[in-house]
């Protein structure tokens, strides 16, 4: 064999080597992301099927819907996201505990993230059960609209404490 079929031969047996890795990151990377995408997709859903069943059993239509599509981004914006906001700062916290080999630190990160997260939780319940129809209105929603919405934000309030 001369020198440029040993190159041609480490060449391909080089490219054959990174095609299999590439493939193995792919399928350990999917691994990965697939719970995270269902689990995102599954509250995406909740959201949506709450809202169509108050479509269809309504009683007062429009109202009782727009009410709904309120509450669920009120939900959105005013809990479950400040929610799951407070509790990214356990991965920076605990990963950094972690990663100095502090196992104590991550149980202690984790207790503590709870216990805060489940009182942050207990506040903004507080405000959904008794100001969000006072707030909305004061907003400018119609009276009617801001009723189901705070009707349907009791509802949600569960689904709050199960975020922390």
């Excluded at 480490?10 to 080597?17: D, F």
């Excluded at 399928?27 to 709450?50: E, F, K």
């Excluded at 080999?101 to 984790?110: C, D, H, M, R, S």
Aim: aromatic share 6%; proline share 2%; hydrophobic share 50%.
């Amino acid at each position: 064999m001369d020198d440029v079929d040993v190159d041609r031969e480490r060449l391909l047996a080089s490219h054959a080597m990174e095609t299999s890795s590439s493939r193995a990151e792919v399928a350990h990377q999917a691994s990965i992301a697939a719970p995270v995408s269902v689990s995102m997709l599954s509250n995406r859903a909740r959201d949506l099927i709450g809202i169509a069943f108050v479509g269809h059993l309504s009683s007062r239509g429009a109202f009782d819907l727009a009410g709904a599509a309120l509450a669920s981004t009120l939900a959105n914006v005013t809990g479950l996201s400040l929610i799951v906001g407070m509790a990214s700062a356990v991965n920076t916290l605990a990963g950094r505990s972690f990663g100095r080999g502090e196992y104590e630190g991550v149980g202690a990160t984790a207790r503590r993230a709870c216990a805060i997260l489940c009182v942050v939780s207990a506040m903004i319940s507080v405000v959904w059960w008794n100001a969000t129809e006072g707030i909305l209105v004061a907003l400018g929603q119609p009276p009617g609209i801001a009723h189901a919405a705070a009707v349907y934000v009791k509802g949600l309030t569960p689904g709050l404490f199960a975020y922390s």
